[in-house]
């Protein structure tokens, strides 16, 4: 089918929430993605930090083929090997405690609210100013943002958003606080890195009033940042954390992951999803957990990461770099959406933007040290053009 006519069945028949770029890919593989007329892409944004490890991994796509011509689903009213192999690989490469699993990042969040909610027997969740935790009801009520929730009111009650600092963090916290939820690095409103002294005094007004310290790691998490979970780097450490995106590599699973505290919240009917933590999608998973857990990979981010962050720096229009690892961010002083069209469109880059003035890259973390100056090199030249 020629790209006119899915253009043509979206306007016709596809409920009209998305605004999408007019290119069809058929293909890809590694940092790189085929249009239908064969034209070759260089990926620098992974479909939103999910192909962390490039198209198609190998490894992955043997576990899948192998997986789906034994078994694909049987609900989970029964055992599968994956799901709980892959729980404790979660659980003991992070927070030591228990793992929920679900289908997307949304739905993580939505089970550490219900789990916050239910060990406080209520209360309120504080979260901060230009967070985004998703788009089902709760986590749209974490996410305030007026365009987004405006048209969906009324909401759900008992959130509370406010300004990414510390003191005010800290006097929003009180004892009928169920949670504090956050990004450490906010991704969607343009990946602004939040500071070690915001994080510490989160845990802080958690711990003085006994909510939970929940980080929503779905974008931050699976080594984007350069380490296997970014509150790694940071040495704070949460009661829970949500995972999603790159967590499949490249399927849809979601996962709420708990230290000791939250361990024991849930019991059998508090929540639950059909789909969730299938053998396919669990298999898919793990092997990309054992691929992304991994020293030299996660060094191998950092130094790429270093080295994108300053020849960025170096780039006519931008005027400021944010992020960690290969999670990055230019704000320009031109307009980002049209640049991204054109790097798109006329160089063959993908990437995106997050805002009028602010670019974001997201490069698989496999990526080539020749295709990573590659890729600076056409933004570069869309940036002249
Ligand atoms: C993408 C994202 C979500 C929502 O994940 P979905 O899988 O789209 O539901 C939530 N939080 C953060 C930080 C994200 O980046």
Redesign the pocket.
């Known amino acids: 089918m020629s790209l006119a006519e899915l253009q043509r069945i979206e306007s016709e028949r596809v409920i009209g929430s998305y605004a999408r770029m007019p290119v069809e890919f058929v293909r890809g593989e590694g940092a790189l993605l085929w249009d239908d007329e064969g034209n070759e892409y260089l990926d620098f944004l992974c479909g939103?930090?999910v192909t962390s490890l490039g198209h198609c991994h190998p490894e992955i796509v043997a576990a899948v083929r192998e997986q789906a011509g034994r078994l694909m689903h049987t609900s989970n009213l029964f055992y599968t090997e994956p799901a709980m192999r892959l729980a404790e690989r979660l659980s003991s490469s992070s927070l030591g405690g228990k793992v929920f699993f679900c289908n997307?990042?949304?739905?993580a969040?939505e089970a550490a609210l219900k789990l916050a909610r239910k060990a406080r027997r209520g209360g309120k969740v504080v979260v901060l100013e230009g967070a985004?935790?998703?788009?089902t009801y709760g986590?749209l009520s974490a996410t305030p943002q007026e365009a987004k929730q405006a048209p969906f009111a009324p909401l759900v009650p008992g959130f509370h958003a406010v300004a990414a600092e510390p003191a005010a963090l800290h006097g929003a916290v009180d004892g009928d606080t169920a949670a504090v939820l956050l990004?450490p690095i906010q991704?969607?409103s343009g990946v602004h890195v939040l500071s070690d002294q915001l994080l510490g005094a989160a845990r802080a007004a958690c711990d003085e009033h006994g909510a939970a310290l929940i980080f929503?790691e779905?974008?931050?998490g699976m080594g984007r940042t350069g380490t296997l979970w970014a509150y790694q780097r940071s040495g704070v450490v949460p009661d829970a954390m949500?995972v999603?995106?790159a967590l499949g590599g490249g399927v849809p699973i979601?996962a709420l992951i708990t230290g000791a505290r939250l361990a024991d919240v849930f019991a059998p009917g508090d929540h639950g999803s059909t789909f969730a933590g299938g053998p396919l999608v669990a298999t898919a998973a793990l092997r990309a957990l054992e691929l992304t857990d991994d020293p030299a990979l996660l060094a191998r981010v950092q130094e790429l990461g270093a080295e994108l962050s300053e020849s960025l720096a170096s780039l006519p229009h931008v005027l400021e770099v944010r992020g960690r690892g290969l999670m990055l961010a230019c704000r320009l002083d031109v307009p980002a959406p049209a640049l991204a069209r054109r790097a798109l469109l006329e160089q063959r880059l993908v990437l995106n933007a997050t805002g009028p003035d602010t670019l974001r890259l997201l490069p698989p973390l496999t990526i080539g040290s020749e295709q990573l100056r590659d890729g600076v090199q056409r933004l570069a030249a869309a940036l002249a053009g």
């Open positions: 939103i930090s997307s990042g949304t739905e969040n985004f935790h998703g788009r986590s990004e991704g969607e929503d779905i974008q931050t949500t999603a995106k979601g």
